[in-house]
């Protein structure tokens, strides 16, 4: 039997918290689960620092992959038989959607920015590179890998398969959802996706949505509104990636001075600061080898990384107030000559976070040709784009919030000499 | 600090108006493949290379009054006008941003369709194949809008133009 069909003598099942059982049949989907690349995933978490926040939020990029390829074997299993649908995209399309998060790296969203790096790029990289995985997708096929990773960056040809994992309604941000919603402990998140399953028909192009079904897609885009404001871009979570971005800022400018002797030198960051990271590199990187080193780095002789890596991991982290660029820029640039006159380095210890920092796909419909948006699919047959049959939706993807928060490391204010002139000229600003 | 706004601000002053949101999504990607320093991350959309971060950015700079967006119907369709504010340009020459010369580039532009900057983004994005490659990559996932050979060679042209 080709490689490709072959299916386990019984089949596997994960326990998972979330959808109860995740089922494998498959030989490839059991042996791709079991390579390094794969099982390096259980070492990076799915929410980055929000643990900081929603001590619950401790589950991994693992847990979320197997999510998500469930949701889509259970999809393909809906769509069997269905018009547009293809049976023989069906491995590819539990690959794609088990590989999607491959390339992730510790707290991806502040290393991606520090180091100009995009984890979509390592996800290509690892499936199309000298790795396990790759060794069991040209198994399947020579151009199995090329497809895979095709799906993955959504340059696909039949772009049914790619709209599964990646759309404004796809496998990825229902698991994502639910188990995010599941881990932190809120009660935003949930939706009824056994309903959305029920309702989804497969088109040329995409997925589309029963139009019976739209109180049901209604609930989801509310929760990712609600998951949006209320869990990722939570002001404590963003406060901890400011400390975690300047502690990599930090270590990248003492290393690139050449000048200060490490106690624990970098090796595994070398190469991120030195913009040379093979793939080699990015995978040793996980992050129990980042949080080794921020331990280490607690005992530096340099004062600002000891401190910012003491702050991180005893979780000591900046305070906030909202902050209006429109209407404060000029007391930003104040505060930023008072943060100096007063020894505290604005550079390490005053940042201003915007909403635009963690963009948030908002609904969008599709004005302008911007993004694909969702479509019923009314009983006539013709297709309406969500928000102009849902007054819910439509509500929610008009004016959109933005917000601006400014972060500092309020102790140090409050260490200054009582009666000082800058002291108070600082709280003036805050205040004002 | 706010540095990739103020870099986005310089982009509309020097471009004077922007109208159409997919035609922005575009040039600032353009922008950014002849190495203009945009910070707005891109990945690829059903329509081509698309940057949520840039949408959302955009988003934040009409909330603060220092870009107006003004939506306009257009021959059954809306499409979006974007000029900077008074406001937006002094928050620029207050912030200390200094960006590069982008006006022949935008003016490059400016010449050209919606539909063209399409293709040249898309083609842009596929820019670690080899010519070929990339026809084939843009015909495949841009199949319904039938680019043609002579299509294909002005972009090229344009492509090079571009990055001289």
Not at chain 1, 90 to 99: N, V
Not at chain 1, 212 to 219: L, P, R
Not at chain 1, 398 to 424: C, N
Request: charged letters at 30%; aromatic letters at 14%; one cysteine or more.
């Amino acid at each position: 039997m080709a490689y490709r069909d072959e299916k386990l003598n019984e089949e596997k099942v994960f326990k998972d918290p979330v959808h109860r059982y995740i089922h494998v049949r498959d030989r490839v989907i059991w042996d791709l689960i079991g390579t390094p690349e794969f099982q390096r995933l259980r070492r990076i978490k799915q929410l980055g620092t929000t643990y900081l926040t929603f001590h619950g939020a401790e589950h991994s990029r693992f847990n979320h992959s197997l999510g998500v390829y469930e949701i889509v074997r259970r999809i393909i299993e809906n769509f069997r038989d269905q018009p547009f649908w293809d049976d023989d995209e069906r491995l590819l399309c539990l690959c794609a959607s088990l590989l999607h998060d491959l390339g992730h790296g510790p707290f991806s969203h502040s290393f991606e920015k520090v180091f100009d790096l995009d984890h979509e790029d390592y996800t290509r990289a690892i499936i199309l590179g000298d790795t396990k995985v790759n060794e069991i997708l040209r198994r399947v096929d020579e151009n199995f890998p090329q497809d895979v990773a095709d799906v993955i960056h959504k340059t696909y040809s039949n772009k049914l398969v790619v709209s599964l994992i990646s759309s404004q309604i796809d496998a990825d941000r229902m698991d994502y959802l639910q188990r995010d919603a599941y881990f932190t402990g809120v009660s935003y998140g949930h939706f009824d996706m056994e309903r959305i399953l029920r309702v989804m028909r497969p088109m040329e192009d995409q997925m589309v949505i029963k139009e019976s079904g739209m109180h049901a897609v209604e609930d989801y885009i509310m929760s990712r509104y609600q998951m949006y404001w209320q869990v990722y871009f939570h002001p404590v979570t963003r406060s901890a990636e400011v400390i975690l971005s300047k502690i990599l800022h930090r270590a990248k400018e003492l290393y690139l001075a050449n000048e200060y002797e490490f106690k624990l030198k970098p090796m595994h960051f070398e190469s991120f600061f030195l913009k040379e990271v093979s793939l080699e590199d990015y995978l040793k990187l996980d992050e129990n080898v980042v949080f080794y080193y921020f331990h280490i780095w607690k005992e530096e002789e340099d004062a600002i990384l000891s401190d910012l890596c003491r702050r991180f991991v005893d979780r000591d982290l900046f305070k906030y107030v909202e902050f209006d660029p429109g209407n404060q820029y000029r007391e930003l640039m104040d505060l930023k000559e008072c943060f100096t006159e007063a020894g505290v380095d604005p550079t390490y210890y005053l940042e201003v976070d915007s909403s635009s920092d963690l963009p948030y796909d908002f609904y969008r419909p599709g004005e302008e040709e911007e993004r694909l948006p969702i479509h019923l699919q009314l009983p006539t047959g013709e297709l309406k784009e969500l928000s102009r049959q849902s007054d819910i939706v439509e509500s929610i993807s008009g004016k959109k919030r933005t917000d601006h928060k400014l972060y500092f490391a309020k102790d140090l204010i409050e260490q200054l000499p009582e009666e000082s002139d800058i002291k108070k000229r600082i709280y003036e600003i805050l205040k004002g | 600090m706010l540095e990739d706004h103020a870099r986005l601000m310089a982009f509309f002053e020097q471009a004077q108006e922007v109208v159409g949101r997919k035609r922005l999504q575009k040039m600032v990607y353009i922008l950014k493949k002849c190495g203009f320093d945009f910070s707005e991350r891109y990945s690829f959309h059903f329509y081509g290379p698309y940057s949520e971060e840039l949408s959302t950015r955009i988003e934040e700079l009409c909330n603060l009054g220092f870009l107006d967006e003004a939506k306009e119907k257009e021959k059954g369709y809306y499409q979006y006008r974007y000029h900077l504010t008074d406001r937006g340009a002094g928050f620029l020459s207050e912030s200390g941003v200094t960006t590069p010369n982008m006006d022949s580039v935008i003016q490059k532009m400016d010449e050209q369709s919606s539909k063209f900057l399409e293709l040249v983004s898309t083609m842009l994005y596929f820019d670690n194949f080899s010519k070929e490659e990339i026809e084939d990559k843009v015909r495949t996932v841009k199949s319904q809008q039938n680019y043609t050979e002579a299509d294909f060679e002005e972009a090229w042209r344009f492509i090079s133009d571009m990055k001289h």
